[in-house]
């Protein structure tokens, strides 16, 4: 059986330099690459989650998710912020009443395939 150092390195010192090439006309710019890793760090934190979840069922005001998720408005319209900052989610005003929701499709898809990922 090989360790785990013989598994990370290659048998023979040699470049496939068509994969190679291949591969990194693919690769997006770092740029792209940085900002997407800064979208991953929002679904980092628990209780993001747990909004965009709520969000994925339903439109709601900050008083509805707070009551859902036990947690102080004040702690919700935070989280909201940064979503909002990250383009997760959005608003529409009805008279005084705010009432959030997932951006669009890709945030759905996005939270549904992180639940089956760790469901398998």
Request: with cysteine.
């Given at each position: 059986?090989?360790t785990d150092e013989m598994i990370d390195?290659?048998?023979?010192?040699?470049?496939?330099?068509?994969?190679?090439?291949?591969?990194?006309?693919?690769?997006?710019?770092?740029?792209?690459?940085?900002?997407?890793?800064?979208?991953?760090?929002?679904?980092?934190?628990?209780?993001?989650?747990?909004?965009?979840?709520?969000?994925?069922?339903?439109?709601?005001?900050?008083?509805?998710?707070?009551?859902?998720?036990?947690?102080?408005?004040?702690?919700?319209?935070?989280?909201?912020?940064?979503?909002?900052?990250?383009?997760?989610?959005?608003?529409?005003?009805?008279?005084?009443t705010v009432f959030y929701s997932l951006s669009d499709g890709h945030?759905?898809?996005?939270?549904?395939?992180?639940?089956?990922?760790?469901?398998?």
């Amino acid at each position: 059986m090989k360790t785990d150092e013989m598994i990370d390195s290659c048998e023979q010192l040699e470049v496939h330099e068509k994969i190679v090439l291949a591969v990194n006309q693919k690769v997006p710019d770092d740029e792209v690459l940085y900002d997407l890793a800064e979208l991953f760090k929002v679904f980092g934190d628990s209780t993001r989650i747990k909004i965009l979840y709520v969000l994925s069922q339903s439109e709601m005001c900050v008083c509805d998710i707070a009551q859902l998720l036990g947690m102080s408005q004040s702690a919700i319209s935070h989280q909201l912020r940064v979503l909002k900052q990250s383009q997760l989610v959005k608003f529409r005003r009805e008279g005084k009443t705010v009432f959030y929701s997932l951006s669009d499709g890709h945030i759905q898809t996005i939270l549904g395939q992180g639940l089956e990922h760790i469901e398998e």
